[in-house]
Every structure is written in C-alpha cells, then in structure tokens.
C-alpha cells in the first residue's frame, strides 16, 4: 500500500516534472497531456491482440497504472489477459500447439529504468509464462531459460503445471494434421473450424514519468517443429527497451525479426532521430529489401518513444474491402482519451493466393 502510494506521488511528480498541470481527469482517471506540450503520457501500446480480449489487455494495463503499479507490473498485467483466454490462438492457454499437438510457449520482459530483462523459451504446462520470464529476470542472474529447465524453475516459485490444450485448439491441430497430406489415412471434416487469429502480443508501456517497459509472449508459430524458438524471447528482436529512447516490439515471422534484430532497430532508429513510425517503417523495408522487394511472410513493429509518439508498420498490408486500398493491421492504443483500435501502416499489399499456397502453413 505504501508502495502504492509512493508510486502514485511519483507518477504526480513526473506530470510536475514536465510542467504538466492537472486539468480535469477524464473518465480514464488520468488527465489529459496538455494541448500542444507533445507528450502523451502515461501510453500503453499493443500489437493487436485477438478480438475479444484486446480492450481488456488494454485496459489491463491502464488500471495497473492507476493503481501505482510500475511499467512492468502494466505490461504484465496486459500479458496476462490474453495469455489465459483460451479464445486466443497465438498467446498463452488455448493456443494452437506444435505439430506433436502440445503447446511450447515463449515469452520476454525488459524493464526500462534498469536495463533488465528476461526471458522463457519452450516453456510447457505453465499458462503464464510472462511471469516467469519476469523471475528469471528478477531471481537469477540469467537472462534466459528454458525447456526443463524453464519449467523446473516455474516449479520452484510455485507455478501449478496445467494442461494448456483446449478442444478448440486440438480440433484445429487435428485438422492441420488431417490435411498435410491426400496419402495417408486421415479424413479431414468437410466443415473446417475457423479459428479467429490474434498474434503473438506485445506490451509497451510508458508510464507518466517517463519510464517504460515491455512484454512479449507467444506460442509461436501454429505447428510448429518441437523445440523451435522464435523472436519473442529474444531481446533486441522481439522486444527491445531503452528507457532513454523508446521501446518496440515485433510479431509475425520470428526468423526474420531475429535476422534483423527488429527491436533494436526499429530502437536505434528512433534514438538517431526517427519518429516511431518512422523506425517502424524501415525495419520493415530493411526486411523487404532483404528479400529482394518480395518477402513471402509477414512481420509487423510496434514502436513507442519517450514522449509518447507511436507508431506501427506491417510488411504485408490487408486489402480494406471499402477502399480496395492496401492497410496495415490493427494495433490497440490506451491513453488518457481511453481505450482504441488504429490502423498501423504497410509496406506492401498482402499475399496473393498463389503466393499462400506456394508457403508452408502460417
Ligand atoms: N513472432 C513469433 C514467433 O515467430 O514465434
């Protein structure tokens, strides 16, 4: 409680600090920056988490903050949410498993005012493994653990070991499964399931004196081999803060954001001068170029810097049906106006069907 309040007074304090007075509180319980001073803060930034839980990751977040909790205390909170729906395919409990049909989930945590970080990959049967990474962080003197040794460590602080597959999510397993092939013995069901996507989450969260931290957690790519890791564990790739700078997060095709240490591109970028979306923007032709102009996968940066600018940038874009115009995805924003879905940028326009069926399943 005392805790609490000392974090309340330094949330005041750093308003104070910036010549920030306070006006009226809106309905969101923070007040508003004032007109024209280019801060926003406090800000929560998310990739677009799935489409029923996005406002309450949001939200999460946002009622942390009010509650004196620090940026990181925010961004797991948010985490959390969307780690133990089991609507979400991608994050958490009820997600799509690897091609065995269990779930090997990964996840990261880098607080800013310290510089730390930590991280789980391969991490089994526990359904928050933003927590655990957090542990790691806080308890070792490591940055990363995982597979058996992630989950003994789990174990040790006490995290019950649950059985992360739903029905749902073995359903679609099942029919993936049913389908890799015309020449076995399987017969896939003339209705498939359709299972709403989501997307790895990321959480950036900038607090009203300027601190920040950020969350990642996934389960990776749908299917995948046992034992692959991908970006979001991997700080500088999937995740990335520095608390003098900004903060950025990548989901979509994990290879490809290690490859180009996405986070800290897109970071470096914005200390160099480049807004958020800016940043955002050139990790993404970075990647294209890389591809010679045609990347066959999708890779989306969210990027947030010390004022509280925001930015974020797909590589393949969507086809709005009202404009025949190419969008980038969605990505969820809380600050004192309250909770919103916006609509990021992209590079290039989606796949075409031919390209689709010319990868494997993403
Ligand atoms: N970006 C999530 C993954 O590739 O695992």
Redesign the pocket.
């Known amino acids: 409680m005392a805790l609490q309040r000392m974090n309340r007074r330094r949330f005041f304090m750093g308003l104070a600090g910036l010549g920030i007075t306070l006006p009226s509180f809106r309905k969101t319980g923070f007040p508003r920056s004032r007109q024209g001073s280019g801060i926003n803060r406090p800000l929560v930034v998310t990739s677009n988490a799935n489409r029923f839980v996005k406002e309450a990751v949001t939200s999460a977040a946002w009622e942390a903050l009010l509650q004196g909790g620090s940026p990181l205390d925010a961004a797991i909170k948010a985490t959390h949410v969307a780690e133990m729906d089991p609507r979400d395919p991608s994050v958490g409990y009820g997600g799509d498993p690897n091609e065995e049909g269990f779930l090997q989930l990964?996840a990261a945590v880098m607080n800013g005012p310290d510089y730390e970080a930590g991280a789980v990959a391969a991490l089994e049967n526990i359904k928050t493994p933003s927590s655990v990474a957090r542990l790691v962080m806080e308890r070792t003197d490591h940055l990363m653990l995982v597979g058996k040794g992630a989950l003994k460590f789990a174990r040790l602080h006490g995290f019950k070991e649950e059985d992360l597959l739903t029905d749902e999510a073995r359903r679609h397993w099942l029919e993936w499964k049913e389908s890799l092939s015309e020449r076995d013995y399987y017969h896939p069901p003339r209705k498939r399931d359709d299972r709403d996507g989501g997307g790895?989450i990321n959480v950036l969260v900038l607090d009203a004196a300027g601190d920040m931290a950020g969350v990642t957690s996934?389960v990776?790519?749908h299917f995948k081999l046992v034992g692959r890791v991908?970006?979001?564990p991997i700080i500088g790739a999937?995740l990335y803060v520095d608390n003098d700078v900004g903060a950025a997060g990548?989901?979509?095709?994990?290879?490809e954001?290690i490859k180009t240490c996405a986070g800290f591109l897109a970071v470096e970028k914005m200390r160099e001068g480049m807004s958020p979306l800016e940043a955002c923007r050139y990790v993404c032709r970075r990647v294209a170029d890389r591809h010679r102009g045609k990347p066959m996968f999708n890779l989306k940066i969210v990027a947030l810097n010390k004022r509280g600018a925001y930015g974020c940038c797909a590589l393949r874009g969507r086809m709005d049906a009202a404009t025949k115009k190419t969008v980038g995805s969605g990505f969820s924003v809380h600050d004192a106006d309250g909770h919103r879905t916006e609509t990021g940028e992209a590079l290039l326009p989606p796949m075409t069907e031919e390209e689709r069926n010319a990868i494997p399943w993403r």
Not at 250 to 255: Q, V
């Open positions: 990964d790895t996934t990776g790519h991908g970006d979001s999937g990548a989901t979509g095709h994990g290879e954001s």
